[in-house]
């Protein structure tokens, strides 16, 4: 099978991770190629392939999808596949993912959907599937994010971390980090020795990233520190870092169609504490539960991780059956699995109409 992937930005973000995840199960399965727009260094994601392009105009597009005789052409979340299309294209299985939850784009596809020729839609939890069908799209295929659990696991660190609570994200509305900083306020005056850790924002502007210092000396955190970027192979050391210090790993995201640094926590042993919004909850559920709180509720965010900071065997608990839910539902071969057969499936489907 040979497989085109396009996507807008080349960045070391949720979906270039992803595709690279993917890769590392389709490759020697299938040949995959890679095509961006706009490129933002995260072609490192993909540590060498050689089916990586930055391809930024139509024409380019399209030249290169005449020059291969794909089976399957997957565009996440970038209409431009779309003007790109030529006959050889149109023959094509196209798949159209859904991996944002932005609403502007999603009524674009279903306002769309009759008109852009794509077969099938896929997305990447329960969550979103729903969310597709209530504006239009009930056919939509739900098909996990997977997890490298092999780079994402415990290590031990050398030196021992005092208490941290860690947040990782962009610092944008979205992300919402302005309520993690109330959150840091309430906990620093309960515990002041607790230490501090945001990661992210390194492509922030300066008025927003002066703003996220000033409101650090304003609440008085004598242990805060900011990491604006972080590579994402060294990632696994922070959440294992955090774990063993008997801290927790905090997210005020406004909404999330998976929520990958929420599961790469959990996978290095981790507790977290996070809104039930989104595909949230489908990440903890049963007994991970306790570790979801109201979106907005900052008081009760707060009460959850001051509670988790002081309650060991509770803690031990939660990073087992976080651990395990990562390594058992979302690892790369278990995942990669499932979708091959459905990509299998859409390919045969397909032969079997035209």
Request: include cysteine; charged fraction near 25%; glycine fraction near 6%.
């Amino acid at each position: 099978m040979k497989i085109l992937y396009f996507y807008k930005f080349c960045l070391l973000g949720g979906v270039t991770t992803q595709l690279a995840n993917r890769l590392k199960f389709l490759r020697g399965r299938a040949e995959v190629h890679f095509a961006f727009l706009e490129d933002y260094g995260g072609a490192s994601a993909f540590e060498g392939y050689d089916h990586v392009r930055i391809l930024r105009t139509t024409d380019e597009l399209r030249n290169y999808i005449e020059a291969h005789d794909f089976d399957v052409i997957i565009t996440i979340d970038t209409y431009e596949l779309y003007e790109a299309l030529g006959p050889a294209g149109q023959k094509k299985v196209i798949i159209h993912e859904v991996h944002t939850t932005y609403e502007e784009p999603l009524r674009k596809l279903a306002e769309s959907k009759d008109s852009l020729p794509f077969h099938y839609v896929i997305t990447p939890s329960a969550y979103m599937k729903e969310m597709l069908e209530r504006i239009g799209l009930p056919d939509a295929f739900h098909i996990n994010n997977c997890l490298d659990t092999e780079l994402f696991k415990y290590e031990a660190v050398s030196g021992q971390w005092p208490p941290t609570i860690l947040w990782v994200g962009k610092l944008d509305q979205h992300k919402n980090w302005e309520s993690f900083m109330n959150i840091a306020g309430r906990l620093n005056a309960q515990f002041p020795d607790l230490h501090f850790l945001l990661v992210g924002g390194y492509t922030a502007p300066e008025e927003i990233t002066s703003r996220l210092q000033a409101r650090a000396e304003a609440l008085g955190l004598r242990h805060f520190k900011w990491l604006p970027q972080v590579d994402y192979e060294e990632m696994h050391h922070y959440y294992s870092a955090v774990a063993g210090s008997g801290g927790v790993y905090v997210s005020t995201t406004r909404n999330e169609s998976f929520g990958m640094t929420v599961l790469e926590a959990m996978a290095c042993r981790c507790p977290v504490v996070v809104p039930g919004v989104g595909a949230l909850p489908e990440l903890l559920d049963n007994e991970l539960s306790v570790s979801l709180y109201a979106s907005g509720r900052e008081e009760e965010c707060a009460e959850r991780v001051a509670w988790l900071l002081e309650q060991e065997d509770l803690r031990e608990r939660l990073k087992t059956l976080g651990e395990q839910k990562a390594r058992n539902t979302y690892s790369i071969e278990e995942v990669g699995k499932a979708y091959m057969a459905l990509l299998q499936r859409f390919v045969e489907e397909h032969a079997n109409v035209i």
